[in-house]
């Protein structure tokens, strides 16, 4: 195995919140194993999602934006595990490389950030609310069709900046994000996952590595959590039957319960919000992978053939 006396080499996206979820898994190494910061090597790494600003992930390729050039450090060895918001993770992982751990999840909810309305309902009618996710604009407009919905995109901090100059009356971010930068005080509240459901795998930090390097799956496999990695298999296997387009809205979210019980609920939205349709699933988390898969089959029998008609072209 090569390297296995040098540091363990870290590959990041270079944003803030990329950054503190590159030294929150660290800091767990470290503390699970004994090691110290000098063991470790941080790369941070430049997207294509990092460069693209202008418009939606959905119009540019969606997912793997935020991935690719990561993915490319790990197959030429230079680095040995890349961290992820999981959310950020297509449902294909190239050949070679491996999730070799999802860690515990965050909050998994939304939150709502006013700048003068603290909640949705306290919006005025026709106000603007920015947003790069069509999820959340979907289910903005699901609930308040008045709303005018526009693109936000960059960091959080950008965000939150050009929520400031006044380019929009609010945004919606992942509480995950903003707890794992010390910003939640920004939120101005917090929307209940039933009616607001998150990104599959939302608030969940994932490691990638190379398949087969043991190295790295002893040294992850002391900090991963077993719950979670239920609940990312199955809103993963939702996604990735529900994946032949990335202009689709879609949420899910799984709940493991007592004695290994898994409660998952799926949605998909037409983009304006005019038509939903969701499902509730119940089951073993043992059988994660099929119950999202069923979800998402009985999703698509409820929505009928049309309903991916007539709002664009799916991405390739
Ligand atoms: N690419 C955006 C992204 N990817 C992961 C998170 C939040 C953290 C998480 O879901 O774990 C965010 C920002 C946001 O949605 O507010």
Do not use: Y
Not at 60 to 78: H, P, Q, S, W
Not at 147 to 176: M, P
């Amino acid at each position: 195995m090569a390297h296995s006396n040098g540091p363990i080499r870290i590959g990041t996206r270079g944003s803030p919140l990329a950054l503190a979820q590159a030294s929150e898994v660290r800091a767990r190494l470290i503390s699970a194993h004994g090691l110290t910061e000098e063991d470790f090597a941080i790369e941070v790494i430049s997207t294509s999602g990092d460069r693209i600003l202008d418009r939606p992930l959905s119009e540019v390729g969606g997912k793997g934006l935020f991935t690719k050039e990561i993915e490319a450090a790990l197959l030429e060895d230079r680095i040995d595990l890349a961290v992820h918001s999981s959310k950020d993770m297509a449902t294909a992982i190239p050949d070679g490389l491996e999730i070799s751990a999802f860690l515990e999840r965050e909050d998994v909810r939304d939150a709502f950030i006013g700048r003068d309305a603290r909640t949705i309902a306290d919006l005025p009618e026709g106000a603007t609310v920015g947003s790069a996710s069509l999820r959340r604009q979907a289910l903005l407009k699901r609930i308040r069709p008045d709303l005018n919905t526009i693109i936000f995109r960059g960091n959080v901090q950008t965000r939150l900046r050009k929520l400031n100059e006044g380019q929009a009356d609010a945004t919606l971010l992942a509480i995950a994000g903003l707890n794992r930068m010390d910003m939640a005080h920004h939120a101005t509240d917090i929307l209940s996952p039933d009616d607001f459901p998150p990104a599959p795998g939302q608030g969940a930090i994932c490691i990638e590595s190379r398949t087969g390097d043991g190295r790295v799956r002893d040294l992850v496999g002391a900090i991963a959590h077993a719950q979670t990695t239920s609940a990312l298999i199955a809103e993963r296997a939702f996604l990735a039957v529900l994946d032949g387009s990335c202009r689709t809205p879609i949420a899910a979210r799984a709940v493991l319960g007592e004695a290994g019980t898994m409660r998952f609920h799926g949605m998909i939205l037409r983009p304006d919000g005019t038509e939903v349709h969701e499902i509730h699933e119940e089951g073993d988390a043992d059988a994660a992978l099929q119950i999202g898969e069923r979800g998402a089959r009985a999703v698509l029998a409820k929505a009928g053939p049309h309903f991916f008609e007539g709002w664009g072209e799916p991405q390739p």
